[in-house]
Nanobody, 115 residues
Framework: QVQLVESGGGLVQAGGSLRLSCAASGTIFSTNIMGWYRQNPGKARELVAS???????NYADSVKDRFTISRDNAKNTVYLQMNGLKPEDSAVYYC?????????WGQGTQVTVSS
């Protein structure tokens, strides 16, 4: 089993930056995809960014050029650097570990961007 622990959320003013971290523990296979999703009450969870174990990345159009996802495979940790934050980026951010049909979610971390 895999466990995910997120950190780094908080309150920031518009235009500011935050860095989220997600540490994975347990049985980590070398081939996997890790990502960040976000969700607001009453809305569907949406992909923010993902990164494969080989380093290929994918971003939602709304965060391209502002957010950067990266990972340290030696530490089994994925990061999300968020710059130029906007009020519409406010949400609970969830880390995800995926390997084929196996999906694990973190507990979520709140990001609030004030205008």
């Amino acid at each position: 089993q895999v466990q995910l622990v997120e950190s780094g959320g908080g309150l920031v003013q518009a235009g500011g930056s935050l860095r989220l971290s997600c540490a994975a523990s347990g049985t980590i296979f070398s081939t996997n995809i890790m990502g960040w999703y976000r969700q607001n009450p009453g809305k569907a969870r949406e992909l923010v960014a993902s990164i494969t174990s080989g380093g290929s990345t994918n971003y939602a159009d709304s965060v391209k050029d502002r957010f950067t996802i990266s990972r340290d495979n030696a530490k089994n940790t994925v990061y999300l650097q968020m710059n130029g934050l906007k009020p519409e980026d406010s949400a609970v951010y969830y880390c995800n570990y995926n390997r084929y049909t196996y999906d694990v979610w973190g507990q979520g971390t709140q990001v609030t961007v004030s205008s």
